[in-house]
């Protein structure tokens, strides 16, 4: 059983900055795929970016392409989300995300083996 713990988020100006962590344990991390979604109010939940095993691999929605980089840190189960040039329009819940399967954290969440518990991300205009 992996257990995920979001840190990070807070309350942030429009064109600011958040770097959010996502720490594993309980498991082999490296087996790991590793994402993230967020979910506005009275929206579905979407999702964000999404980093292969080995780090080797990323992918981002397109409403994040070019401001937002994951990255991760086998050595310490951790993942990073810095986010950059924040607009208000990213203000949500941001859950961490894990998956044997890549594919899965991209196209399925219904099925994503594991949640964090999320951290709230508020951009004030």
């Known amino acids: 059983q992996v257990q995920l713990v979001e840190s990070g988020g807070g309350l942030v100006q429009a064109g600011g900055s958040l770097t959010l962590s996502c720490a594993a344990s309980?498991?082999?991390?490296?087996?790991?795929?590793m994402g993230w979604y967020r979910q506005a109010p009275d929206k579905e939940r979407e999702f964000v970016s999404v980093?292969?095993?080995?780090?080797?691999?990323?992918r981002y929605a397109d409403s994040v392409k070019g401001r937002f980089t994951l990255s991760r840190d086998n050595a310490k189960n951790t993942v990073y989300l810095q986010m950059n040039s924040l607009k208000p329009e990213d203000t949500a819940v941001y859950y961490c995300a894990a998956d044997i399967n890549y594919g899965l954290i991209v196209g399925a969440p219904h099925t994503i083996d594991y949640w964090g518990q999320g951290t709230q991300v508020t951009v004030s205009s």
């Open positions: 980093i292969s095993w080995s780090g080797t691999s990323t």
């Open positions: 309980g498991g082999t991390f490296t087996n790991y795929a």
